[in-house]
Each structure stands twice: as C-alpha cells, then as structure tokens.
C-alpha cells in the first residue's frame, strides 16, 4: 500500500468547514506540462468519479474508488489513522499563535535550554531567520505550522542529532500536538540545509489499528518511510526507515517485491506534500508525479502473481491553493493485482477505513473498524 502524501483529488463535502475553497491538487498539477503519468492512468486513476480534467483510460488495468474522510481533521496522522482503521471525531490541536507560554516555560526547563522563534513558521525559512542566533547561543528554535506538530530545529554542530531527539522526546511528554518533529540542520549562513535526519515522534494510535490486528496473527507489518513514526511504532514488526526522497522510498519499496513475505508493506512517500504541497510548486510537484509514474513501471514489471498493489493518499495539498495548509479533499484509490478484476468502479467510499477492513477480510483476520469491506467486489 503506496500512500502518495496530499495527493488529494478534489474538494470533500465539507471543504469549507476546514477553509478550503473548491481545493483539488490532481487537477492543479495535471495541467502542469511537467505531469505526465501512463501508469497511473492505465490503472485507472483518471477513470475515479469527480475526476473529469483528463482524459480516461478506455480499459483500465486496475480498480479504483474515490474515498472520503470521515475524520474531523486534515493531516497527516488522523488521514494515516484512518486507512489503518481508525476515524477521529475530533481534530488534533492545533497552534496558530505558538505555544502557550506556560507550555514553552515547561520546556524550556526540562530542556534546559531556551526557545526561539514559537510561532507558525516555514521549515527552509525558519533556519534562515533562526539560525545564525541559534547557533551564537545555543538555544533550540522551536516553531509549529497550520497542522498538528511541534517542531525543534538544530544545526547538528551546536545540537548532535541524539541530543535533538532526546529534546523531542521530552517534549513528547509535554505537549498535546499529534507530532513533535526533529529538524536537524547544516551548513553556514545564509546557505542552511535540512538533513534526512528528521525523525517524528507521534503520539500512539488511541486504539488497535489493522496494523496490529495483522501483527496479532504474526503476518508482516512492514513501514517504507513514515510509517513507524506515524504510528509510534505501534503494529509495525519492521521499520526501513525515513527515505531520503520518494525515489529513495520506490527503491526500498521495489527491493520487498523480492522477499518471500506474507502480510502489509505500508510506504508513505512525503516529498509530494513537504517538498511540493507545503511549498506551492505547481511544477515541482507535477514533475515529482511524474517521476514516481515512472518508478511505478518498474515496480509493476516485479509483482509476483499473489501481490495486490493498493495506491492512495491521506489529505491533499493543492499547491495552488492560498496559504501553505493542507486542504481538505476527497482521495484516489487504485486496486491493482493478478488476482483482482480490472476495471471495477467502486464509486466513492465514505471513509478511508473500507481500506483497513478490506486488508482485513483478504488476510482473514478480526478487526473491529467502522469501515466496510470492499474485496468481494474484486474478486
């Protein structure tokens, strides 16, 4: 299961609810003259209902389903959740003022340390603006943004990157947000990079999600990406780590199609939303659709007759929306294996969650979810 990070497919119902006007990613970068993508559309992505920008596939290779969420926010964790089973009635917090002082007194005196910035801020241009005084005093730059996260940014000179962790572990501890995200740095000013060595430290699923209900009957659980920091670890028996990009996430992706396993490979690949979305680059993030499409050939071309290939998303980032947030969009599914009829409409899901109980019902294990099954339409 391929999660293409905020490649939303149009306006949800209640769009306006989370102030998203009309938002629609797909349509946004499909008319990109760098968005070119044979593979997906040969699956069936185009052919999903609501999609009327481009043109469809005449026979489609694979099915699909247009799936909306029915959890009360628009990140990456609840959207997450939500394909593992889980539907959140209530958004995770969020911070658009900056921490409370009371929050920022406590961490500042379990980190022993003191904070900068504490507001709503981009992750290049906080560095930018942080850095040098960071670096000249050793204080840590702590910042947040329209989703649910507290992010701690270091340059790893002043700040080794197991000292940032450590400091994100404490503000696990403290704050509510659904993500404390470390942001190691390099270089000198004004040319500061971003490392891959960002890790997340989320909170834990509130319940069991398929995740663990595969891991109770000893199935894989295998995280590409994100996956082990989303879910805390929790479900998941082994971790290849944050990619370096998506094409770093593909490689290791395409390496499983190798090993003898039976049981869930879940890949989360960022770029599209932290690269692409965040930044509103149209181009970029057509060009980066594009150069998964043709990574995609590759990983068809090695699926061994028992795999099933599921393609979805969990919130959208229409890079020519107002702002920097996520917007709140309906999300593609494509269903794609030897075992699995081609050309199947499923319409539209009312929760992400049909995709948890469907792997569910095709690994024959007990799992207590509101979503609905939908294999038998397969089959």
């Not at 940032?164 to 500061?192: H, M, Q, T, W």
């Not at 990009?245 to 932290?274: Q, Y």
Request: glycine content about 8%; proline content about 4%.
């Amino acid at each position: 299961m391929i999660v293409l990070d905020s490649v939303g497919i149009g306006g949800a119902i209640d769009a306006k609810n989370f102030g998203d006007d009309n938002p629609n990613t797909l349509k946004s970068i499909s008319a990109s003259k760098n968005f070119n993508t044979p593979n997906l559309k040969r699956l069936g992505m185009f052919n999903i209902d609501g999609i009327n920008f481009y043109s469809r596939e005449e026979k489609p290779r694979g099915s699909f389903a247009r799936v909306c969420e029915a959890s009360a926010g628009k990140d990456t964790t609840i959207g997450h959740w939500e394909i593992a089973g889980i539907i959140s009635e209530r958004p995770l917090p969020t911070y658009p003022d900056g921490f409370p002082p009371k929050i920022i007194a406590e961490l500042e005196k379990s980190f022993g340390r003191q904070i900068l910035c504490n507001k709503p801020y981009s992750g290049t241009k906080v560095i930018h603006d942080y850095g040098r005084e960071h670096i000249e005093t050793g204080k840590l730059i702590v910042y947040t943004s329209a989703d649910s996260v507290l992010q701690i940014a270091a340059h790893e000179k002043v700040i080794p990157v197991e000292e940032l962790y450590k400091y994100c572990r404490i503000a696990r501890k403290i704050s509510d947000v659904g993500r404390i995200i470390a942001r190691p740095f390099i270089g000198e000013y004004p040319n500061y990079e971003r490392t891959p060595r960002r890790h997340d430290f989320s909170l834990k699923p509130p319940v069991a999600t398929i995740l663990d209900a595969l891991q109770e009957k000893n199935l894989a659980t295998i995280g590409v990406g994100k996956i082990y920091d989303i879910f805390a670890g929790q479900g998941v028996s082994k971790s290849l780590g944050v990619n370096e990009n998506n094409s770093d996430g593909m490689k290791k992706t395409i390496k499983l199609l190798a090993e003898d396993f039976r049981g869930l490979c879940f890949v989360n690949l960022v770029d599209f939303d932290m690269k692409f979305g965040h930044r509103r680059d149209v181009e970029g993030y057509a060009g980066a659709m594009t150069t998964f499409d043709a990574e995609l050939s590759e990983f068809l071309a090695k699926m061994r007759a028992d795999d099933l290939l599921m393609i979805t998303a969990d919130h959208g980032c229409d890079p020519a929306a107002q702002g920097t947030d996520h917007t709140r969009e309906n999300v593609p599914l494509i269903i794609y294996g030897e075992k699995i009829r081609g050309g199947v409409n499923l319409g539209t899901l009312n929760t992400f969650a049909d995709i948890a109980a469907t792997i569910a019902e095709i690994f024959s294990v007990e799992f207590n979810t509101q979503g609905k099954s939908f294999y038998q339409e397969l089959i």
